[in-house]
Each structure stands twice: as structure tokens, then as C-alpha cells.
């Protein structure tokens, strides 16, 4: 099973950017996502990306969020701009169980601890 980890969080002012990334221990072929869950909701999905590279983001996220993927380093990253507080949450990397993309979480079965994105003032 593939070990992720997670790095980039911290704190940003609203309307700043962050780059999280996601690296993993071997190559994948398999979709890759990015979920988050802020205190008191429900984890939910932002955003994922197949292997070739076409990507799919929530709504919430549109327009202000770009993934990426790097299969030569096995690292996926999240360029977050224009953030919100409603952007703050724990963000976690997973791979999926399917080569197409989805943000339901039952297609992941291998999850990253997550690193902690605060946007404040």
C-alpha cells in the first residue's frame, strides 16, 4: 500500500494563496483526490486528477483551485488562491480505487493524515 504525505498547510490572510502537496511512496495509475474536513462538518471533496491528467473540482472550489500531478516525483499538488475562511480545514491527499475521477469517498481506500490550512486575518 502506498504511503502519502501531505505538506504545505498553514496560515494564509484571506484572499492569499497555498500550495499543498501530496507525495506518495510509488507510482500509481490510479485517480488521485483532495478532500477536506473542517471542525464540526463533514469531510468533503475538492478536487482529483487521473493519470493523464484531467482533472474535476467541486464547485466551491472552481476557477480558484488547480491541481496537478507530477508522476515523476509521485507528488500531486493543490495551488489554492483567492482563500477564503471558508477554505479552512484539515486537507487530505487519496488515492483511488478507480482510474476516473469522483469525489465520493467510498473510491478511496488510501488516505494521507492531512495537513492543516488556517485562513485568517
Known amino acids: 500500500q502506498l504511503q502519502l504525505v501531505e505538506s504545505g498547510g498553514g496560515l494564509v490572510q484571506p484572499g492569499g494563496s497555498l500550495r499543498l502537496s501530496c507525495a506518495y511512496s510509488?507510482?500509481?495509475?490510479?485517480?488521485i483526490g483532495w478532500f477536506r474536513q473542517a471542525p464540526g462538518k463533514e469531510r468533503e471533496g475538492v478536487s482529483c486528477?487521473?493519470?493523464?491528467?484531467?482533472?474535476y473540482y467541486a464547485d466551491s472550489v472552481k476557477g480558484r483551485f488547480t491541481i496537478s500531478r507530477d508522476n515523476a516525483k509521485n507528488t500531486v499538488y493543490l495551488q489554492m488562491s483567492s482563500l477564503t475562511p471558508e477554505d479552512a480545514a484539515v486537507y487530505y491527499c487519496?488515492?483511488?480505487?478507480?482510474?476516473?475521477?469522483?469525489?465520493?469517498?467510498?473510491?478511496?481506500?488510501?488516505w494521507g493524515q492531512g495537513t492543516q490550512v488556517t485562513v485568517s486575518s
Open positions: 487519496a488515492v483511488s480505487t478507480y482510474y476516473s475521477c469522483g469525489l465520493d469517498q467510498k473510491r478511496y481506500d488510501n
Open positions: 510509488g507510482f500509481t495509475s490510479y485517480a
Open positions: 486528477i487521473i493519470n493523464g491528467g484531467r482533472t
